[in-house]
T-cell receptor, first 112, second 113 residues
Framework: DSGVTQTPKHLITATGQRVTLRCSPRSGDLSVYWYQQSLDQGLQFLIQYYNGEERAKGNILERFSAQQFPDLHSELNLSSLELGDSALYFC???????????FGEGSRLTVL | KNQVEQSPQSLIILEGKNCTLQCNYTVSPFSNLRWYKQDTGRGPVSLTIMTFSENTKSNGRYTATLDADTKQSSLHITASQLSDSASYICVVSAENYGQNFVFGPGTRLSVLP
């Protein structure tokens, strides 16, 4: 158990819909990262937050947004969903910006 | 451009055999290099982390090496087990780099009985 909690574990929705994925980092970790992993693909960096502030942005679509709340949990919002958004979405946390990365078990999103 | 390349893309070995996975990187300035194991459908789990001054680090049957001069790393798995079947991901951390962590595409290892 990495200590990083992601909900929901599985989510099935239709095209055009909006979903929210939630991540609770390890206790004490200030940095949260979001990654997307499509079938048989590598991890694609989406966005990073550090202590509530956006720190780095990767290949995140404009339809996607995220935030980190004062209690350090983070949410990834995916809107106007398309079939290609079906993927595993991982959250990871670390104490510092280059500290050890701990991953959650992911949220599997299926868009039908 | 900061990049991490891994080879081979996939590998099949028999249980009990050894294997070596390769990682080449162009990330600068280098901070550290990690190897992660990712079981299918699960989150990656850290195997080793090495800084610039470390050449070798072991974690049970996993041994990672780092040559910071040639910017190469390898992960050697000894006496493979069926449970070693997974993707192995090389991740390089760069100081002062926006993304901080540059991920390789991974090597998919299959261990057959």
């Amino acid at each position: 158990d990495s200590g990083v909690t992601q909900t929901p574990k599985h989510l099935i929705t239709a095209t055009g819909q909006r979903v929210t994925l939630r991540c609770s980092p390890r206790s004490g970790d200030l940095s949260v990262y979001w990654y997307q992993q499509s079938l048989d693909q590598g991890l694609q960096f989406l966005i990073q937050y550090y202590n509530g502030e956006e720190r780095a942005k990767g290949n995140i679509l404009e339809r996607f947004s995220a935030q980190q709340f004062p209690d350090l949990h983070s949410e990834l919002n995916l809107s106007s969903l398309e079939l290609g958004d079906s993927a595993l979405y991982f959250c990871a946390s670390s104490v510092q910006v280059t500290g050890e990365l701990f991953f959650g078990e992911g949220s599997r999103l299926t868009v039908l | 451009k900061n990049q991490v390349e891994q080879s081979p893309q996939s590998l099949i070995i028999l249980e009990g055999k050894n294997c070596t996975l390769q990682c080449n990187y162009t990330v600068s300035p280098f901070s550290n290099l990690r190897w992660y194991k990712q079981d299918t459908g699960r989150g990656p789990v850290s195997l080793t982390i090495m800084t610039f001054s470390e050449n070798t680090k072991s974690n049970g049957r996993y041994t990672a090496t780092l040559d910071a001069d040639t910017k190469q790393s390898s992960l050697h798995i000894t006496a493979s087990q069926l449970s070693d079947s997974a993707s192995y991901i090389c991740v390089v951390s760069a100081e002062n780099y926006g993304q901080n962590f540059v991920f390789g595409p991974g090597t998919r290892l299959s261990v057959l009985p």
